[in-house]
Protein backbone atom coordinates (compact mmCIF):
# COMPACT_ATOMS: atom_id res chain seq x y z
CA UNK A 1 0.00 0.00 0.00
CA UNK A 2 2.78 2.01 0.33
CA UNK A 3 2.86 5.13 -2.27
CA UNK A 4 6.07 6.19 -3.97
CA UNK A 5 6.05 9.85 -3.34
CA UNK A 6 9.37 10.85 -5.54
CA UNK A 7 12.63 10.04 -4.21
CA UNK A 8 13.65 7.87 -0.97
CA UNK A 9 10.03 5.04 -1.42
CA UNK A 10 10.96 3.09 2.10
CA UNK A 11 9.04 3.54 5.05
CA UNK A 12 10.24 5.94 7.70
CA UNK A 13 10.33 6.29 11.13
CA UNK A 14 8.84 9.85 12.04
CA UNK A 15 8.36 12.16 14.76
CA UNK A 16 5.98 14.70 14.27
CA UNK A 17 6.30 17.13 16.88
CA UNK A 18 2.71 19.03 17.18
CA UNK A 19 1.05 16.19 15.78
CA UNK A 20 -2.32 17.12 17.61
CA UNK A 21 -2.43 20.81 15.90
CA UNK A 22 -4.61 21.89 12.78
CA UNK A 23 -1.79 20.75 9.93
CA UNK A 24 0.14 18.27 12.31
CA UNK A 25 -2.80 15.72 13.57
CA UNK A 26 -3.65 15.05 9.03
CA UNK A 27 -0.34 14.88 8.10
CA UNK A 28 0.47 12.30 10.97
CA UNK A 29 -2.40 10.06 9.89
CA UNK A 30 -1.44 10.89 6.10
CA UNK A 31 1.99 9.30 6.90
CA UNK A 32 0.88 6.39 8.78
CA UNK A 33 -1.64 5.74 5.58
CA UNK A 34 1.68 5.48 3.56
CA UNK A 35 3.06 3.18 5.60
CA UNK A 36 5.57 5.29 7.82
CA UNK A 37 5.61 4.22 11.82
CA UNK A 38 4.54 7.86 13.29
CA UNK A 39 5.21 8.76 16.73
CA UNK A 40 3.30 12.14 17.85
CA UNK A 41 4.60 14.36 19.84
CA UNK A 42 2.48 17.30 21.39
CA UNK A 43 2.03 19.07 24.69
CA UNK A 44 -1.29 19.97 23.94
CA UNK A 45 -0.91 23.50 24.35
CA UNK A 46 -3.03 24.67 21.72
CA UNK A 47 -6.26 23.19 23.12
CA UNK A 48 -5.18 25.18 26.48
CA UNK A 49 -4.98 28.56 24.38
CA UNK A 50 -8.54 27.53 23.17
CA UNK A 51 -9.33 27.23 26.94
CA UNK A 52 -7.66 30.52 27.94
CA UNK A 53 -9.63 32.17 24.94
CA UNK A 54 -12.72 31.12 25.94
CA UNK A 55 -12.96 29.15 22.45
CA UNK A 56 -13.08 25.81 21.04
CA UNK A 57 -12.19 23.99 17.87
CA UNK A 58 -15.46 24.53 15.75
CA UNK A 59 -15.42 20.57 15.18
CA UNK A 60 -15.47 18.21 18.10
CA UNK A 61 -11.67 17.48 18.43
CA UNK A 62 -11.08 14.27 20.29
CA UNK A 63 -8.37 13.64 22.74
CA UNK A 64 -5.30 12.16 21.18
CA UNK A 65 -6.14 9.22 23.13
CA UNK A 66 -9.44 8.48 21.55
CA UNK A 67 -7.75 9.69 18.18
CA UNK A 68 -5.19 6.90 18.14
CA UNK A 69 -7.46 4.30 19.47
CA UNK A 70 -10.13 5.11 16.44
CA UNK A 71 -7.17 5.16 13.75
CA UNK A 72 -6.38 1.78 15.06
CA UNK A 73 -9.63 0.51 14.89
CA UNK A 74 -10.28 1.85 11.38
CA UNK A 75 -7.18 1.18 9.60
CA UNK A 76 -4.91 -1.37 11.87
CA UNK A 77 -2.22 0.84 12.30
CA UNK A 78 -0.59 2.27 15.43
CA UNK A 79 0.45 5.88 15.95
CA UNK A 80 2.00 6.74 19.29
CA UNK A 81 1.79 9.86 21.41
CA UNK A 82 3.81 11.49 23.66
CA UNK A 83 2.58 13.84 26.13
CA UNK A 84 6.03 16.24 25.82
CA UNK A 85 6.85 20.04 25.61
CA UNK A 86 10.12 20.49 23.16
CA UNK A 87 10.37 23.94 24.27
CA UNK A 88 10.75 22.96 28.05
CA UNK A 89 11.23 19.14 28.57
CA UNK A 90 14.67 19.09 26.68
CA UNK A 91 15.96 15.93 28.14
CA UNK A 92 12.83 13.81 27.87
CA UNK A 93 13.48 15.33 24.33
CA UNK A 94 16.93 13.57 23.98
CA UNK A 95 15.80 10.63 25.48
CA UNK A 96 12.77 9.87 23.00
CA UNK A 97 15.50 10.92 19.99
CA UNK A 98 17.98 8.14 21.25
CA UNK A 99 15.21 6.02 22.08
CA UNK A 100 13.27 5.90 18.59
CA UNK A 101 15.93 6.96 16.32
CA UNK A 102 13.94 8.86 13.58
CA UNK A 103 14.61 9.17 9.98
CA UNK A 104 12.85 12.19 10.24
CA UNK A 105 10.76 14.92 12.48
CA UNK A 106 8.71 17.14 11.17
CA UNK A 107 8.32 19.95 13.44
CA UNK A 108 4.95 21.82 13.89
CA UNK A 109 5.24 22.27 17.17
CA UNK A 110 5.22 25.77 17.84
CA UNK A 111 2.37 28.47 18.65
CA UNK A 112 1.40 29.38 15.12
CA UNK A 113 -1.16 32.89 15.08
CA UNK A 114 -0.25 36.19 14.52
CA UNK A 115 -2.86 37.63 16.21
CA UNK A 116 -2.08 35.86 19.24
CA UNK A 117 1.41 36.19 19.38
CA UNK A 118 0.72 40.04 18.68
CA UNK A 119 -2.00 39.83 21.82
CA UNK A 120 0.14 41.47 24.91
CA UNK A 121 3.67 41.19 26.48
CA UNK A 122 2.83 37.59 27.12
CA UNK A 123 1.62 36.49 24.16
CA UNK A 124 4.93 38.08 22.32
CA UNK A 125 7.24 36.46 25.55
CA UNK A 126 5.54 32.99 24.96
CA UNK A 127 5.58 33.00 21.56
CA UNK A 128 9.00 34.04 21.23
CA UNK A 129 10.29 31.78 24.11
CA UNK A 130 8.05 28.65 22.79
CA UNK A 131 9.09 29.12 19.43
CA UNK A 132 12.88 30.16 19.16
CA UNK A 133 13.57 27.97 22.25
CA UNK A 134 11.54 24.67 20.76
CA UNK A 135 13.55 25.13 17.49
CA UNK A 136 16.90 25.42 19.41
CA UNK A 137 15.83 22.30 22.09
CA UNK A 138 15.44 20.23 18.69
CA UNK A 139 18.66 20.81 17.02
CA UNK A 140 20.50 20.68 20.29
CA UNK A 141 18.99 17.24 21.09
CA UNK A 142 19.69 15.86 17.44
CA UNK A 143 23.17 16.42 17.97
CA UNK A 144 23.22 15.13 21.40
CA UNK A 145 21.32 12.01 20.83
CA UNK A 146 23.62 11.46 17.91
CA UNK A 147 21.08 10.39 15.70
CA UNK A 148 20.95 11.89 11.76
CA UNK A 149 17.60 12.06 11.66
CA UNK A 150 16.58 14.88 8.94
CA UNK A 151 14.15 18.08 10.50
CA UNK A 152 11.56 18.98 8.41
CA UNK A 153 10.38 22.18 9.66
CA UNK A 154 7.32 24.26 8.70
CA UNK A 155 7.87 27.75 8.69
CA UNK A 156 6.06 30.18 6.62
CA UNK A 157 5.95 32.30 3.71
CA UNK A 158 5.55 35.06 6.18
CA UNK A 159 9.12 35.28 6.36
CA UNK A 160 9.79 37.10 3.03
CA UNK A 161 7.67 40.09 3.92
CA UNK A 162 4.62 39.96 1.40
CA UNK A 163 5.27 41.71 -1.80
CA UNK A 164 9.02 43.36 -0.98
CA UNK A 165 10.84 41.63 -3.34
CA UNK A 166 9.55 43.12 -6.47
CA UNK A 167 9.23 39.91 -8.68
CA UNK A 168 8.73 35.94 -8.00
CA UNK A 169 10.25 35.15 -4.27
CA UNK A 170 12.40 32.32 -4.71
CA UNK A 171 12.74 29.72 -2.69
CA UNK A 172 14.25 30.59 0.30
CA UNK A 173 17.64 31.95 -1.08
CA UNK A 174 18.60 35.05 -3.54
CA UNK A 175 21.74 36.34 -6.06
CA UNK A 176 23.42 39.16 -4.62
CA UNK A 177 26.15 41.37 -5.56
CA UNK A 178 28.34 41.96 -1.75
CA UNK A 179 30.11 45.12 -1.71
CA UNK A 180 33.23 44.73 -3.65
CA UNK A 181 31.62 42.87 -6.42
CA UNK A 182 31.45 38.99 -4.94
CA UNK A 183 28.90 37.25 -6.38
CA UNK A 184 26.78 35.34 -3.51
CA UNK A 185 23.64 33.38 -3.06
CA UNK A 186 22.37 34.00 0.38
CA UNK A 187 19.11 33.52 2.78
CA UNK A 188 16.36 36.07 1.58
CA UNK A 189 16.21 39.13 3.88
CA UNK A 190 13.81 38.23 6.53
CA UNK A 191 11.02 40.87 6.54
CA UNK A 192 8.38 39.67 9.29
CA UNK A 193 5.55 41.02 10.06
CA UNK A 194 4.50 40.05 13.48
CA UNK A 195 6.23 38.30 16.41
CA UNK A 196 5.27 35.32 15.41
CA UNK A 197 6.49 35.71 11.78
CA UNK A 198 9.82 36.45 13.26
CA UNK A 199 9.92 33.67 15.11
CA UNK A 200 9.99 31.61 12.37
CA UNK A 201 12.99 34.00 10.56
CA UNK A 202 15.15 33.26 13.99
CA UNK A 203 14.81 29.71 13.11
CA UNK A 204 15.98 30.26 9.93
CA UNK A 205 19.03 31.10 11.48
CA UNK A 206 19.57 28.91 13.61
CA UNK A 207 19.06 26.16 11.26
CA UNK A 208 20.98 27.91 8.99
CA UNK A 209 23.69 27.79 12.01
CA UNK A 210 23.75 24.20 13.06
CA UNK A 211 23.71 22.92 9.67
CA UNK A 212 26.95 24.42 9.16
CA UNK A 213 28.36 23.78 12.02
CA UNK A 214 27.04 20.76 13.15
CA UNK A 215 26.12 19.19 9.58
CA UNK A 216 22.14 19.11 10.55
CA UNK A 217 19.99 18.10 7.81
CA UNK A 218 17.18 19.99 7.70
CA UNK A 219 14.31 21.24 5.09
CA UNK A 220 12.75 24.56 6.15
CA UNK A 221 8.86 24.67 4.21
CA UNK A 222 7.70 27.83 3.72
CA UNK A 223 4.00 27.46 3.81
CA UNK A 224 1.16 29.89 2.74
CA UNK A 225 -2.28 30.25 4.13
CA UNK A 226 -3.90 26.55 4.76
CA UNK A 227 -7.68 25.86 3.64
CA UNK A 228 -9.60 23.13 4.16
CA UNK A 229 -10.48 20.93 7.26
CA UNK A 230 -10.47 17.40 6.60
CA UNK A 231 -8.73 15.43 4.47
CA UNK A 232 -9.23 11.34 3.32
CA UNK A 233 -8.10 10.09 6.64
CA UNK A 234 -9.63 12.39 8.74
CA UNK A 235 -12.74 11.64 6.86
CA UNK A 236 -12.84 7.92 7.44
CA UNK A 237 -14.44 8.06 11.16
CA UNK A 238 -15.85 11.10 12.91
CA UNK A 239 -13.26 10.61 15.85
CA UNK A 240 -10.55 11.82 13.69
CA UNK A 241 -12.18 14.87 12.31
CA UNK A 242 -9.44 17.54 12.59
CA UNK A 243 -9.75 20.82 14.34
CA UNK A 244 -11.22 23.83 12.61
CA UNK A 245 -10.79 27.52 14.06
CA UNK A 246 -12.49 30.14 13.28
CA UNK A 247 -12.10 33.09 16.00
CA UNK A 248 -10.28 36.43 15.32
CA UNK A 249 -6.81 34.92 16.70
CA UNK A 250 -6.50 31.33 15.23
CA UNK A 251 -9.14 31.42 12.23
CA UNK A 252 -7.15 32.15 9.22
CA UNK A 253 -8.44 33.83 6.32
CA UNK A 254 -10.01 31.59 4.01
CA UNK A 255 -11.86 29.20 6.74
CA UNK A 256 -13.06 32.10 8.71
CA UNK A 257 -14.87 33.57 5.00
CA UNK A 258 -16.16 29.84 4.48
CA UNK A 259 -17.74 29.78 7.90
CA UNK A 260 -19.05 33.11 7.77
CA UNK A 261 -20.71 32.45 4.67
CA UNK A 262 -21.77 28.93 5.75
CA UNK A 263 -23.36 31.06 8.84
CA UNK A 264 -24.67 33.27 6.99
CA UNK A 265 -23.69 36.38 8.36
CA UNK A 266 -21.02 38.78 6.76
CA UNK A 267 -17.13 38.40 5.69
CA UNK A 268 -15.48 40.14 7.57
CA UNK A 269 -12.00 41.85 5.59
CA UNK A 270 -10.03 43.45 6.96
CA UNK A 271 -8.75 47.08 5.81
CA UNK A 272 -9.70 47.36 1.86
CA UNK A 273 -8.60 43.84 1.52
CA UNK A 274 -6.02 44.34 -1.21
CA UNK A 275 -3.31 42.04 0.85
CA UNK A 276 -2.54 39.14 -1.88
CA UNK A 277 -1.45 35.75 0.30
CA UNK A 278 -0.51 32.88 -0.70
CA UNK A 279 -2.72 29.46 -0.06
CA UNK A 280 -2.49 25.62 -0.02
CA UNK A 281 -5.25 23.42 1.10
CA UNK A 282 -4.77 20.94 3.69
CA UNK A 283 -4.55 17.38 2.39
CA UNK A 284 -1.65 19.28 -0.06
CA UNK A 285 0.47 19.93 3.19
CA UNK A 286 0.56 16.60 4.07
CA UNK A 287 1.36 15.26 0.75
CA UNK A 288 4.35 18.01 0.30
CA UNK A 289 5.80 16.81 4.10
CA UNK A 290 5.83 13.41 2.51
CA UNK A 291 7.59 14.75 -0.47
CA UNK A 292 10.08 16.85 1.68
CA UNK A 293 10.68 13.60 3.78
CA UNK A 294 11.59 11.27 0.84
CA UNK A 295 13.97 13.93 -0.61
CA UNK A 296 16.70 14.99 2.26
CA UNK A 297 18.89 16.83 1.95
CA UNK A 298 22.39 15.25 1.62
CA UNK A 299 24.76 15.13 3.65
CA UNK A 300 26.89 17.79 3.29
CA UNK A 301 24.27 20.14 1.55
CA UNK A 302 22.87 23.27 2.78
CA UNK A 303 19.13 23.94 4.41
CA UNK A 304 17.10 22.64 1.30
CA UNK A 305 14.12 25.31 1.59
CA UNK A 306 10.69 24.62 -0.56
CA UNK A 307 7.79 27.21 -0.91
CA UNK A 308 4.96 25.22 0.37
CA UNK A 309 2.03 27.01 -1.64
CA UNK A 310 -0.46 26.09 -4.73
CA UNK A 311 -1.37 29.74 -5.67
CA UNK A 312 -1.56 33.51 -4.27
CA UNK A 313 -4.52 35.18 -4.49
CA UNK A 314 -5.87 38.69 -3.31
CA UNK A 315 -7.62 38.41 0.15
CA UNK A 316 -11.19 40.87 -1.29
CA UNK A 317 -11.06 38.61 -4.61
CA UNK A 318 -11.19 35.45 -2.26
CA UNK A 319 -14.40 37.36 -0.13
CA UNK A 320 -16.07 38.45 -3.62
CA UNK A 321 -15.95 34.85 -4.32
CA UNK A 322 -17.27 33.32 -1.35
CA UNK A 323 -19.76 36.26 -1.14
CA UNK A 324 -20.77 35.53 -4.69
CA UNK A 325 -21.56 31.60 -3.51
CA UNK A 326 -23.34 32.00 -0.72
CA UNK A 327 -25.20 35.06 -0.57
CA UNK A 328 -23.94 37.26 2.11
CA UNK A 329 -22.43 40.50 2.35
CA UNK A 330 -18.92 41.51 2.44
CA UNK A 331 -17.95 44.14 5.47
CA UNK A 332 -14.62 45.98 5.21
CA UNK A 333 -13.41 46.86 8.91
CA UNK A 334 -10.85 48.28 9.98
CA UNK A 335 -7.41 46.22 10.28
CA UNK A 336 -6.13 45.13 13.44
CA UNK A 337 -2.83 44.45 11.22
CA UNK A 338 0.14 47.01 10.49
CA UNK A 339 0.74 46.17 7.02
CA UNK A 340 0.28 47.74 3.65
CA UNK A 341 -3.11 48.27 2.43
CA UNK A 342 -2.25 46.68 -1.30
CA UNK A 343 0.30 44.58 -1.85
CA UNK A 344 1.38 42.24 -4.89
CA UNK A 345 2.83 38.53 -4.61
CA UNK A 346 4.23 36.22 -6.98
CA UNK A 347 5.82 32.98 -5.64
CA UNK A 348 7.76 30.21 -6.98
CA UNK A 349 6.86 26.71 -5.99
CA UNK A 350 8.56 25.04 -8.80
CA UNK A 351 10.57 22.40 -6.06
CA UNK A 352 7.60 20.51 -4.96
CA UNK A 353 5.80 20.89 -8.62
CA UNK A 354 9.65 19.02 -10.03
CA UNK A 355 8.99 16.72 -7.55
CA UNK A 356 5.43 15.89 -8.67
CA UNK A 357 2.85 17.80 -6.91
CA UNK A 358 0.16 19.00 -8.97
CA UNK A 359 -1.48 21.40 -6.41
CA UNK A 360 -5.28 21.82 -5.24
CA UNK A 361 -6.00 24.84 -6.13
CA UNK A 362 -9.15 27.38 -4.57
CA UNK A 363 -11.64 25.44 -6.03
CA UNK A 364 -15.25 26.11 -5.03
CA UNK A 365 -16.33 22.09 -5.04
CA UNK A 366 -13.83 21.59 -2.61
CA UNK A 367 -15.32 24.89 -0.07
CA UNK A 368 -18.36 22.24 0.15
CA UNK A 369 -16.64 20.15 2.03
CA UNK A 370 -15.72 23.14 4.56
CA UNK A 371 -19.14 24.58 4.75
CA UNK A 372 -20.62 21.10 5.05
CA UNK A 373 -18.58 20.85 8.11
CA UNK A 374 -19.56 24.31 9.04
CA UNK A 375 -23.60 23.58 8.82
CA UNK A 376 -22.78 19.96 10.86
CA UNK A 377 -21.54 21.73 13.96
CA UNK A 378 -22.67 25.54 13.74
CA UNK A 379 -24.43 24.98 17.29
CA UNK A 380 -20.72 25.10 18.59
CA UNK A 381 -19.87 28.37 17.13
CA UNK A 382 -19.84 31.38 19.39
CA UNK A 383 -20.55 34.14 16.56
CA UNK A 384 -18.78 37.08 19.32
CA UNK A 385 -15.37 35.18 19.06
CA UNK A 386 -14.82 36.23 14.68
CA UNK A 387 -13.94 39.66 15.12
CA UNK A 388 -10.46 40.69 15.51
CA UNK A 389 -9.62 39.74 18.93
CA UNK A 390 -5.58 41.43 18.70
CA UNK A 391 -4.19 44.19 17.35
CA UNK A 392 -0.71 45.12 16.62
CA UNK A 393 -0.05 48.34 18.02
CA UNK A 394 -2.28 51.10 19.87
CA UNK A 395 -3.27 53.34 16.72
CA UNK A 396 -5.09 50.06 15.30
CA UNK A 397 -6.44 49.20 18.59
CA UNK A 398 -8.44 52.52 18.44
CA UNK A 399 -8.99 52.03 14.94
CA UNK A 400 -10.95 48.72 15.89
CA UNK A 401 -12.18 50.19 19.14
CA UNK A 402 -15.74 50.23 17.76
CA UNK A 403 -15.86 46.92 16.14
CA UNK A 404 -18.34 44.12 17.65
P1 LIG B 1 -1.65 24.37 15.58
O1 LIG B 1 -1.56 25.38 16.66
O2 LIG B 1 -2.99 23.83 15.24
O3 LIG B 1 -0.68 23.14 15.91
C1 LIG B 1 0.55 23.29 16.56
C2 LIG B 1 0.67 22.14 17.56
O4 LIG B 1 1.92 22.23 18.22
C3 LIG B 1 -0.41 22.19 18.63
O5 LIG B 1 -1.05 20.93 18.73
C4 LIG B 1 0.35 22.55 19.90
O6 LIG B 1 -0.23 21.98 21.04
C5 LIG B 1 1.74 22.01 19.60
N1 LIG B 1 2.82 22.71 20.31
C6 LIG B 1 3.06 24.05 20.37
N2 LIG B 1 4.14 24.30 21.13
C7 LIG B 1 4.60 23.09 21.55
C8 LIG B 1 5.69 22.69 22.39
N3 LIG B 1 6.50 23.58 22.96
N4 LIG B 1 5.88 21.37 22.61
C9 LIG B 1 5.04 20.44 22.06
N5 LIG B 1 4.00 20.77 21.28
C10 LIG B 1 3.78 22.08 21.04
O7 LIG B 1 -0.96 25.02 14.28
P2 LIG B 1 -1.00 24.52 12.76
O8 LIG B 1 -1.93 25.39 12.02
O9 LIG B 1 -1.15 23.05 12.71
O10 LIG B 1 0.48 24.91 12.32
C11 LIG B 1 1.54 23.98 12.43
C12 LIG B 1 2.82 24.61 11.91
O11 LIG B 1 2.63 25.01 10.56
C13 LIG B 1 3.21 25.86 12.69
O12 LIG B 1 4.58 25.87 12.95
C14 LIG B 1 2.82 26.98 11.77
O13 LIG B 1 3.67 28.07 11.94
C15 LIG B 1 2.97 26.36 10.40
N6 LIG B 1 2.08 27.02 9.43
C16 LIG B 1 0.72 26.94 9.55
C17 LIG B 1 -0.10 27.61 8.64
C18 LIG B 1 -1.61 27.56 8.74
O14 LIG B 1 -2.28 28.20 7.89
N7 LIG B 1 -2.19 26.83 9.68
C19 LIG B 1 0.47 28.35 7.60
C20 LIG B 1 1.86 28.41 7.51
C21 LIG B 1 2.66 27.74 8.43
Known amino acids: LFAEANGSAAPKKILVLGGDGFCG ?14 VVVDNLSRRNIDLELGCDSLTPIQPMEVRCQAWKEVTGKDIRFVNLDVAKEYDLLVQLIEKEKPDSIVHFAEQRAAPYSMKTSKTKRYTVDNNVGGSNNLCCAVIDSGVDAHIVHLGTMGVYGYGTSGGEIPEGYIDVILPGGRESNILHPAYPGSVYHATKCLDALLWQFYNKNDQLRVTDLHQGIVWGTNTPQTALDERLINRFDYD ?6 LNRFLMQGA ?6 VYGTGGQTRAFIHISDTARCIELAINN ?7 VEIFNQVAETRRVRDIANLVAKLTGVEVNYIPNPRQEADE ?3 DVSNKKFCNLG ?6 DTGLFDEVTEVVKKYKSRCNPQKILPASFWNKK ?6 DLD
Open 248 to 253: GDYGTV
Open 296 to 302: PPKPGDR
Open 396 to 401: RAEACA
Open 263 to 268: MGVPLT
Open 357 to 362: LDPITL
Open 343 to 345: NEL
Open 25 to 38: WPTSLYLSDQGHDV
